[in-house]
């Protein structure tokens, strides 16, 4: 079983995706993916609807295979290699669990039916099926059928069938988009500590930030089939490689600008802000609500403030700014401020991206 094997020493798995293409029609789902991926880390997918992300886990898994490029398991080219010949645990988002099967037998299924010289001895399955129902704290349960349990225990049976066959990867696609959000938070915490425990390389596929930066070590932002960046979660968060990515993760404002001679320019005015090697002409301007210093004399971006409500030890602001259909979002400690008041803030820290 996956846990003893881990825990035997088992060397873990590394991936590495080598220009990987993938075409529906003209529709270019992946294009030049190159993606290293760690032994034993715990990796994130992070993008919209339609980037490619799941492609390219259903890639990784051998359900879908590329029109051009390589996978490689420790080395190994496995581009042509089916799923069942590639020791992959998958785990989808609808469970994907047999109704008419009992839980125990829903995660003994991939061991039953396998080939008789490869499949172990009655016992050893129940013994299995035993362990795997305590790793996923679901003692006493394996007599019931899927219909009997919560959405979140569903869930946790698919990944125990998932580990079950002794996986040398786990891929989660979307694993909690089908439940509550505090189910979702649960679970998020339990499958953090659960990898941590089995020790595989664990590959999930989700459109929200906050569950890829809880859960995972790095996080991979794909958009239009291709990687925009492969970073920690904090590193992503604090240092965006472009406009995407400082737009999709976590909460900014941008506004457009000009860039001209190492100086920031909007509406045709200086802002006091070092553009340093941005290029001179067009650009966009990023910063975090928090990220800003509220400023008297009118030299920054200025608006005049709509809302005002408690975030915390903060308050949120929000302001309309001419020349653009962006509220400007401002989390500051004022407790003056009032809607109708006249603003003016300057970013402490931004992004300048050209274009």
Same mark, same amino acid.
């Given at each position: +079983?996956?846990?003893?094997?881990?825990?035997?020493?088992?060397?873990?798995? #590394? &991936?590495?995706?080598?220009?990987? #293409?993938?075409?529906?029609?003209?529709?270019?789902?992946?294009?030049?993916?190159?993606?290293?991926?760690?032994?034993?880390? @715990?990796?994130?997918?992070?993008?919209?609807?339609?980037?490619?992300?799941?492609?390219?886990?259903?890639?990784?898994?051998?359900?879908?295979?590329?029109?051009?490029? $390589?996978?490689?398991?420790?080395?190994?080219?496995?581009?042509?290699?089916? &799923?069942?010949?590639?020791?992959?645990?998958?785990? @989808?988002?609808?469970?994907?669990?047999?109704?008419? +099967?009992?839980?125990?037998?829903?995660?003994? /299924?991939?061991? *039953?039916?396998?080939?008789?010289? !490869?499949?172990?001895?009655?016992? !050893?399955?129940? #013994?299995?099926?035993?362990?795997?129902?305590?790793?996923?704290?679901?003692?006493?349960?394996?007599?019931? /059928?899927?219909?009997?349990?919560?959405?979140?225990?569903?869930?946790?049976?698919?990944? #125990?069938? $998932?580990? $079950?066959?002794?996986?040398?990867?786990?891929?989660?696609?979307?694993?909690?988009?089908?439940?509550?959000?505090?189910?979702?938070?649960?679970?998020?915490?339990?499958?953090?500590?659960? %990898?941590?425990?089995?020790?595989?390389?664990? &590959?999930?596929?989700? %459109?929200?930030?906050?569950?890829?930066?809880?859960?995972?070590?790095?996080?991979?932002?794909?958009?239009?089939?291709? &990687? !925009?960046?492969?970073? *920690?979660?904090? =590193?992503?968060?604090?240092?965006?490689?472009?406009? /995407?990515?400082?737009?999709?993760?976590?909460?900014?404002?941008? @506004?457009?600008?000009?860039?001209?001679?190492?100086?920031?320019?909007?509406?045709?005015?200086?802002?006091?802000?070092? $553009?340093? *090697?941005?290029?001179?002409?067009?650009?966009?301007?990023?910063?975090?609500? %928090?990220?800003?210093?509220?400023?008297?004399?009118? =030299?920054?971006?200025?608006?005049?403030? *709509? %809302?005002?409500?408690?975030?915390?030890? +903060?308050?949120?602001?929000?302001? !309309?700014?001419?020349? =653009?259909?962006?509220?400007?979002?401002?989390?500051?400690?004022?407790?003056?401020?009032?809607?109708?008041?006249?603003?003016?803030?300057?970013?402490?820290?931004?992004?300048?991206?050209?274009?």
């Amino acid at each position: +079983m996956a846990l003893r094997q881990c825990r035997g020493g088992t060397a873990l798995t #590394a &991936i590495a995706v080598q220009n990987v #293409a993938r075409r529906f029609g003209r529709f270019a789902a992946l294009t030049g993916v190159d993606l290293d991926i760690r032994s034993g880390e @715990f990796l994130a997918l992070l993008g919209p609807s339609g980037s490619g992300k799941t492609t390219l886990l259903r890639i990784l898994a051998g359900l879908d295979f590329a029109d051009e490029g $390589a996978v490689l398991f420790d080395g190994e080219d496995v581009s042509d290699v089916p &799923i069942a010949q590639r020791k992959v645990g998958f785990v @989808f988002q609808q469970y994907a669990l047999f109704r008419h +099967m009992t839980v125990a037998d829903n995660i003994a /299924f991939g061991l *039953t039916v396998r080939k008789r010289r !490869e499949r172990p001895s009655k016992p !050893e399955i129940r #013994a299995r099926v035993d362990e795997l129902l305590r790793l996923v704290q679901l003692e006493g349960l394996g007599g019931r /059928f899927p219909a009997q349990l919560s959405g979140g225990q569903r869930q946790r049976v698919a990944l #125990a069938r $998932a580990l $079950a066959v002794e996986p040398r990867i786990l891929l989660l696609d979307e694993p909690f988009g089908a439940l509550d959000a505090k189910v979702r938070k649960d679970l998020r915490r339990w499958l953090r500590e659960l %990898h941590d425990r089995v020790g595989l390389t664990s &590959i999930f596929v989700t %459109h929200d930030q906050e569950e890829a930066i809880e859960l995972a070590d790095r996080v991979v932002v794909v958009n239009h089939g291709r &990687i !925009e960046q492969v970073a *920690t979660p904090q =590193t992503l968060y604090a240092e965006p490689a472009s406009a /995407f990515v400082y737009d999709f993760v976590g909460e900014s404002n941008q @506004f457009a600008v000009q860039v001209e001679g190492g100086g920031v320019l909007r509406d045709g005015r200086r802002l006091p802000l070092n $553009a340093g *090697t941005t290029p001179n002409g067009a650009a966009r301007l990023f910063f975090r609500p %928090h990220d800003v210093r509220v400023v008297e004399d009118g =030299t920054g971006i200025s608006g005049r403030v *709509t %809302h005002v409500r408690p975030l915390g030890a +903060m308050q949120r602001v929000e302001a !309309e700014v001419a020349g =653009t259909d962006r509220p400007l979002e401002l989390d500051l400690a004022d407790a003056a401020i009032q809607p109708g008041a006249a603003i003016s803030v300057l970013p402490t820290r931004f992004a300048l991206f050209p274009g």
